[in-house]
């Protein structure tokens, strides 16, 4: 009786827990990590995770809005900023990041099995050659269906190329690109990826269900509206169409998905508040706020939500005090 117990017990699966990535003003200490037990409240692990080397070198860059060179931000200092993580079949993390405010037109790639040890760190370069100014916000996703992962982000559109949409704010304009790879070595080239016919950033896919994906992407017009939307598709690459209402606080940005239970919890960060904001839902149609039920450190930016298995977390925190010689 006793054994057959025991192999119950170890039949059961490891409990899964809540890892949160994001970036400390002004990113360049590279990775920061929070974690939750329950998707809601959230702590802090110490210090960074992965420093970033790469990128962000060029002290000038050639604006395709001014026609002129420009300084690049914080330059030749390497940055790593809204590092988007996610896990793929084999428990490999895959990271991508921003690695310049503007002037590198490619993003950073790193890839771990731990969270602790990482990867050699690379750029791929996937607008470069093309009229543009930045590679902002990459999010990637793993496409179980076609067994490959998408990574999506904005890059500026030339003045010529404004709609009259894009007129009504007073900065510059941004569209979605997307490439594809099975291996982060080849990649496929640039395609157009969301275009609301309007200036937005910082895409999120959700994959609700096989057949019915979702996008939240920020409206990026300023100003009146630097707000929060969704689109669905069938497809994770799109097309995209049918957007709600706005969802969030006016100047709101760098949102992310998390399902918790029977809800999906979209947080994102309310930056002129400087806190995280958050709703609930269950349909992507009607969005519950839940400011009050969430708990998010100061400081935290734009970063994505991933599930991982306990004894991740646990190595984490053990690292965390052999750094800081926590007891």
């Known amino acids: 009786m006793l054994a057959a117990a025991l192999s119950v017990a170890c039949a059961q699966p490891e409990r899964e827990v809540y890892i949160f990535s994001g970036h400390r003003e002004p990113a360049l200490d590279g990775l920061h990590l929070l974690y939750s037990y329950d998707g809601f409240k959230w702590d802090s692990l110490q210090g960074s995770w992965?420093?970033?080397?790469?990128?962000?070198?060029?002290?000038?860059?050639?604006?395709?809005?001014?026609?002129?060179?420009?300084?690049?931000?914080?330059?030749?200092?390497?940055?790593?900023?809204?590092?988007?993580?996610?896990q793929g079949p084999d428990g490999t993390f895959h990271l991508v990041w921003t690695l310049g405010w503007s002037g590198d037109l490619g993003f950073g790639y790193a890839s771990s099995k731990d969270l602790i040890s990482w990867s050699e760190q690379r750029r791929i370069p996937v607008m470069e050659g093309e009229k543009t100014n930045n590679v902002w916000a990459p999010e990637i996703f793993y496409d179980e269906t076609k067994e490959h992962y998408l990574i999506a982000w904005s890059s500026?559109?030339?003045?010529?190329?404004?709609?009259?949409?894009?007129?009504?704010?007073?900065?510059?304009?941004?569209?979605?690109?997307?490439?594809?790879?099975?291996?982060?070595?080849?990649?496929?080239?640039?395609?157009?990826?969301?275009?609301?016919?309007?200036?937005?950033?910082?895409?999120?896919?959700?994959?609700?269900?096989?057949?019915d994906y979702r996008l939240i992407i920020k409206d990026n017009r300023k100003p009146g509206f630097s707000d929060l939307f969704c689109v669905e598709a069938t497809a994770p690459e799109g097309p995209y169409s049918n957007p709600t209402e706005n969802f969030a606080p006016t100047y709101s940005e760098g949102a992310c998905c998390v399902k918790v239970g029977e809800e999906w919890l979209i947080y994102f960060d309310v930056y002129r508040q400087y806190r995280f904001g958050a709703v609930s839902t269950t349909d992507f149609k009607t969005f519950t706020p839940i400011d009050d039920k969430i708990s998010v450190p100061a400081g935290h930016k734009h970063g994505t939500i991933v599930k991982v298995k306990e004894s991740i977390l646990q190595a984490l925190l053990e690292e965390e005090a052999r750094r800081y010689g926590q007891q």
């Open 156 to 211: 500026s559109i030339l003045p010529e190329n404004y709609t009259e949409a894009d007129k009504l704010g007073s900065n510059g304009c941004h569209r979605q690109y997307y490439t594809t790879t099975k291996d982060f070595v080849e990649f496929a080239p640039a395609k157009p990826f969301y275009d609301p016919g309007f200036n937005s950033i910082d895409g999120f896919i959700v994959k609700k269900e096989e057949g």
């Open 50 to 86: 992965l420093l970033p080397q790469i990128g962000n070198k060029q002290a000038e860059y050639y604006n395709y809005h001014s026609n002129k060179l420009e300084q690049a931000k914080y330059a030749p200092q390497s940055m790593m900023r809204d590092p988007s993580l996610t």
